[in-house]
């Protein structure tokens, strides 16, 4: 239910998502979901976003519309987890005395989070937002070198009979039993 169709003033509505936001940090639930994980899931369900994968990085393409630089958060977790997410806010201070009478344009938090592959390399990260779209980019770590075959020598001893080669086709016999290279 929306309750800025019904004609409540969008000022009590936001301070009273504030409230019941500071009010639910304290209390811990077992068996229902937190509203900041109900609200999180929510944002990265709406914030649209594509993954490219080229030959040295991996784009990570989402609409944000409305943000400025300073509300805008991209960070690289433990586990190779990209959190990208952002927030816009009513501008209260424009606000004064206005009485909406719709509100279509999407205010709120922005989050996408991306698991990167193992290849990725995460201190190699850019980022950039122009026109409502913010383009993330992480570069590929390079391949490794493969390792070329190690050939090694094999020695080889002759060591089976008693006798001594004179040239090749002939052996000296010093066993008396007959030995003959033929």
């Known amino acids: 239910m929306d309750l800025r169709a019904m004609g409540f003033d969008p000022s009590i509505i936001d301070t009273l998502h504030e409230l019941l ?6 209390e811990k639930s077992q068996t229902h979901p937190s509203r900041a994980y109900i609200r999180d899931s929510k944002a990265m ?11 040295n990085a991996y784009v990570f393409v989402m609409d944000m519309p409305g943000l400025k630089q300073d509300q805008l958060q991209v960070q690289v ?14 501008e ?19 989050l996408k989070k991306f698991q990167l592959p193992d290849n990725a390399d995460t201190d190699k990260i850019s980022a950039s937002y122009e026109d409502g779209v913010l383009t993330v980019t992480v570069e590929k ?14 020695q ?27």
């Open 156 to 182: 080889v001893k002759l060591c089976c009979v008693s006798g001594t080669v004179k040239s090749v086709g002939q052996l000296e016999d010093r066993t008396g039993y007959g030995v003959s290279s033929k």
């Open 141 to 154: 770590k390079p391949l490794p070198e493969p390792k070329k075959p190690k050939t090694i020598q094999v």
């Open 92 to 110: 209260k201070d424009k606000d004064e005395g206005v009485n909406y009478i719709k509100m279509e344009r999407r205010l709120g938090k922005y």
């Open 45 to 55: 369900a709406e914030t649209p976003a594509d993954v490219k994968e080229t030959p």
């Open 21 to 26: 936001d500071i009010h639910e940090e304290g």
């Open 77 to 90: 977790e433990e586990a190779n987890l990209l959190t990208v997410c952002g927030q816009r806010k009513r």
